[in-house]
């Protein structure tokens, strides 16, 4: 599909806790970037509950579709294509999404994408945001780390639109551990802001954690430095000391840290990229930034980060994403309205 | 669980000093279960519940790789016999069964459930239950099988 430098894209996002719609301009400039948050909802029932997650995600959808457009000042009439988060995720609140663009698509007749939401994260340091820092400039082959909740995942990108799965966790995703470890620690929740803020204080040097190496691949795991954690727990009453706690989630965060850092550059290395992105919730700790683009630096590489608003869950990046999906496989008009959501999709291998 | 009462109960009570005991007693289990199976995994963080699975798995001859399910809740994987792998870490006690989408898969498959003590209603009568806690040494798996066909399974496993 012919797409220009000035086409329109709108993208909705409603894989998880975000529900979201944004108009982007030629895959790079963002016009309007609406996110409404599920986040205070879940801790007010103290977990999650799929149903009621899709129940707002179907309250909010239209809503903030129509705020992204107008905040972008522009009508449907403007856009060239429609974009939407098909996988991975919760399966209803995927649905919700889904449903809602064919809908657009069909009472509108533009094209509709579907948008696998790791290669969302991946496009979002091409963005460039109001106030935000410089996107990466687009040098190919690159090197994406998507760090998240529910991911930990590298990917080679060979060009915007063609991403190959390098590299994944064997157990937990390192904003999972990050999570897990801020529930041990009693920091409260979303743990992974929660860890950084008390990692402040804290030695990075104090606990001697495991950074465990799985040699083959590109491989993270992290279930066995949460093993760790709960071990040194149990030997010590971190109760009696803030320092102590300061001193573990330092730690903690220091040892996820290297970890990432550590199968990120060698990869990066492997597949001689130009250049190395980071993207997903993870991408927002600050630690992470530093180190990454020390370790990246010292190999004559630079490492880009989306600014914070763009490491969690949002459709500007979907729309970016939808882009240039829509250039190297144009949708077809007849398979349109029969897309499916995959709530396991991966990246192509 | 309900009092043990004889035929229709039976305890495996397993040391491992390593994951891959865990996983080695998982893979046993899992070559011995039939469709219909409802596996409830307890056990603190960092305990193996998911290292068990992945064992589990490996028995079913299940596709895909295992890994946590806490940010997705639930991953079906095709196999001998599939598996529902599913995670109530996140739901907070909040939900029940049928939001897991586990009730219209549990008798074509194997469910396994970690954090199944932070469900909100009844687990099904028929099934087995692995606590697995920490001991000096490594970890200590207690397997329960309640019900005729968990209690088999768990029978079967005794060595």
Known sequence: MQLSDTDLVLGIESSCDETAA?????????????????EEMHAHFGGIVPEVASRRHAELITVVVESALRDAFVGWRDLALLAVTRGPGLVGSLLVGVSAAKGYALATGLPLVGVNHLAGHITSSFLLAAGGTEPAPREFPALALVASGGHSDLALIEDLGRYRRVGWTRDDAAGEALDKAARLLGLGYPGGPAIERAAADGDPHAVDLPRPDTKDGFEFSFAGLKTALVRILKNNDVQQSTHFTADLAASFQEAVVDCLVRETVEAALHFRARQIVIAGGVAANRRLRESMATAAGRHGLSAYFPPMSLCTDNAAMVAAAGYFEAAKHPPDPQQMLSMKVDAALELPA | MAAPNGADYAELVVDAASPEETMALGRRLGELLCPGTFIALIGPLGAGKTTFVQGLADGLCAQGAITSPTFVLMRLHQG?????????????GAADLAELGIEELADECVVALEWADTISDTLPEDRIELRIEYTEEGRRLDIRGQGPASSNAVRALQP
Do not use: F, K, W
Not at chain 1, 22 to 30: D, F, N, S
Not at chain 2, 80 to 92: E, N
């Open chain 1, 22 to 38: 944004a108009i982007v301009r030629g895959g790079r400039e963002i016009l309007s970037n609406i996110v409404a948050s599920q």
């Open chain 2, 80 to 92: 001998r016999v599939p598996l529902a792998h599913a995670d109530a870490y996140r739901l907070g």
